[in-house]
Nanobody
Framework: QVQLVESGGETVQAGDSLRLSCAAA????????MAWYRQVPGKRREVVAG?????????GDSAKGRFIISRDPAKDMQYLYLQMNNLEPEDTDAYYC??????????????????WGQGTQVTVSS
């Protein structure tokens, strides 16, 4: 059994910062590569930032230079964070965390039997 709980999203002004948090419970997430995703309405979820079990980081084009991903593993829990700086209206979206897999340098979502958390909404006004 797994559970994902994302938090930290809110409505902010352009240029502000936010820190998203994710609590990932379940053995499925132990020693897994993890990532933050955004769900653009009508489009597929895309990887915003990812981090491997060894701490290697990946950032999507929109996140480079502005966002920082980190993780804090604990027994049967993974805590994942996304520090979002200098936010732009284009960052407005629902953000989700989940496992990920990497193939040929490309990052893909990896979920447990289709399970995703509720996400956390980030709204950036200009």
């Amino acid at each position: 059994q797994v559970q994902l709980v994302e938090s930290g999203g809110e409505t902010v002004q352009a240029g502000d910062s936010l820190r998203l948090s994710c609590a990932a419970a379940g053995i499925f997430f132990s020693d897994r590569t993890m990532a933050w995703y955004r769900q653009v309405p009508g489009k597929r979820r895309e990887v915003v930032a990812g981090i491997t079990e060894t701490g290697k980081r990946f950032y999507g084009d929109s996140a480079k230079g502005r966002f920082i991903i980190s993780r804090d593993p604990a027994k049967d829990m993974q805590y994942l964070y996304l520090q979002m700086n200098n936010l732009e209206p284009e960052d407005t979206d629902a953000y989700y965390c989940n496992a990920a897999w990497v193939d040929g340098g490309k990052w893909f979502p990896l979920d447990y039997h289709g399970y995703w958390g509720q996400g956390t909404q980030v709204t950036v006004s200009s």
